[in-house]
Every structure is written in structure tokens, then in C-alpha cells.
């Protein structure tokens, strides 16, 4: 493994869709199977050969802090704090980009995401194709897609339920895949983001797609998760 990388967990969330468990905790603690939510990507990343994390808290911080505290991994983990004020994804990356000035390359990873993606097989594609940034992608039912050529350029996006598109790239085929919630970019990519106000990564993508080289990795086989919903704690 490249020492270079280090990684970033999105924590901060209100939880909303999770209420009642996220009533007096942040979704990160929400257990599932006997483990909060926080201790499965955290082990998962540190178990691919990666030891400097970014989390970052907003909803309960304190008992995330608390509950790092308590539980030492065998790794640097480091709290961005958004307390103040929740960024979102491409916000919150700006906002923790003094933590990664020694880094080539950052692994950015939902907390509300379990799966069982190789992260070494996506870290290496993305080194191996020198692009910006690499979306793990999945064909799976949702109403927003990705869209990709035939090459897995990022060339769009589409809304199903509202019938939006942004195209960034021309291409003969849109080919539409749903994010994962993991992704990896190259550190260079936190210079880009114009500011650390309250905005998705998703439209910077689609903005800089049109200049730079943002590439899907897609991984239809085997297990994937959302634990956005109550409803997937129960199955």
C-alpha cells in the first residue's frame, strides 16, 4: 500500500431517515448486528493497508469523539468538526483538506455503507488510470444515476423521479450507474472545490468532468449496503 493515502469517513449527517435511533445518537453509532455502523467501514479501511483517517462529526459529536476514545484503532484517526456547521460531502472534504497535505491520494467513505468491495482492487485502478477521481458504481434500482461512456468516463447525471440531466462530456452512449457511496480522488481534487460552504461532491464532479478525467469503477458482484433507512437494520 502507498503510504500516501489516507482516508476520510462522512459521520457528520443528521441521520433523519434513521429516527428514532438517531434520537439520541449520531448515525455512525447505530448498531447493527452487535457493531455500530462507524466500526465496519473503520476497520474496513484500516484492513486495507491504510492508518491516516479523517472523521468527520457533526450530529452528537461528542459521542463520536467519546466512542474513539474508548475503542483504539491501529490507526491515525483524526476529527474534522463540523459541529458548527454540516457541509455535505463536497464541502466537508474542502473543510478537511488541512488534514491531508502529505497525502497523494484520499479514500472517501460513506459511514452509513457496508459492503464488501475490494478498496485495494479501487485504489489501485485509480493510481493505475492517473485520473482525478474514481466512483465505485453498482447497476442497482435507484432514482439518481451517474452517467458513463463506454469507458467509464463520468460524462453526466440523471434524476429518474424528475427527469433532470446534466451532461458534462459528449458521448455515443450514456450509460447510467448508481454511486456507492466510495470513492477515491487524488488530493489535488481538494484545491478545486471552491469553498467549504454546504454542498454536495456531485455537481463538482459533473463540473470537472468536463476538464479532468473522473473515471467509474464498477463492482456488481458481490455484497452492498445502505444503512439509510430503518428498514435495513432489520434485514
Same mark, same amino acid.
Given at each position: 500500500m502507498n503510504m500516501n493515502i489516507s482516508a476520510m469517513v462522512f459521520a457528520a449527517g443528521l441521520g433523519t431517515r434513521l429516527y428514532p435511533l438517531t434520537a439520541d445518537k449520531p448515525k455512525a453509532l447505530v448498531e447493527y448486528q452487535g457493531y455500530p455502523l462507524i466500526d465496519y467501514v473503520l476497520q474496513k479501511i484500516i484492513n486495507s493497508g491504510i492508518d491516516h483517517i479523517v472523521v468527520n462529526i457533526h450530529h452528537f459529536p461528542d459521542l463520536i469523539i467519546q466512542y474513539l476514545k474508548d475503542h483504539p484503532y491501529n490507526?491515525?484517526?483524526?476529527? +474534522?468538526?463540523?459541529? $458548527?456547521?454540516l457541509r455535505d460531502t463536497g464541502g466537508g472534504l474542502k473543510f478537511a483538506a488541512k488534514y491531508f497535505k502529505d497525502s497523494e491520494h484520499i479514500l472517501l467513505h460513506n459511514v452509513d455503507i457496508l459492503s464488501d468491495l475490494d478498496l485495494n482492487q479501487?485504489?489501485?485502478?485509480?493510481i493505475e488510470d492517473k485520473c482525478l477521481a474514481t466512483l465505485a458504481v453498482r447497476q442497482r434500482e435507484t432514482s439518481r444515476y451517474f452517467l458513463f461512456d463506454e469507458a467509464m468516463n463520468l460524462c453526466g447525471w440523471r434524476n429518474n423521479k424528475s427527469g433532470e440531466e446534466?451532461? +458534462?462530456?459528449?458521448? $455515443?452512449?450514456?450509460?447510467?450507474?448508481a454511486f456507492s457511496g466510495i470513492h477515491i480522488v487524488c488530493r489535488e481534487l481538494t484545491d478545486l472545490i471552491p469553498s467549504a460552504e454546504k454542498q454536495s461532491i456531485t455537481p463538482i464532479y459533473l463540473e470537472l468532468a468536463k476538464e479532468h478525467s473522473i473515471k467509474g469503477f464498477l463492482h456488481n458482484e458481490g455484497h452492498w449496503k445502505d444503512m439509510g433507512k430503518i428498514e435495513d437494520f432489520n434485514s
Open positions: 490507526a491515525e484517526i483524526e476529527i +474534522s468538526d463540523e459541529r $458548527d456547521y479501487l485504489i489501485d485502478k485509480h446534466i451532461r +458534462s462530456k459528449a458521448a $455515443d452512449t450514456y450509460v447510467p450507474y
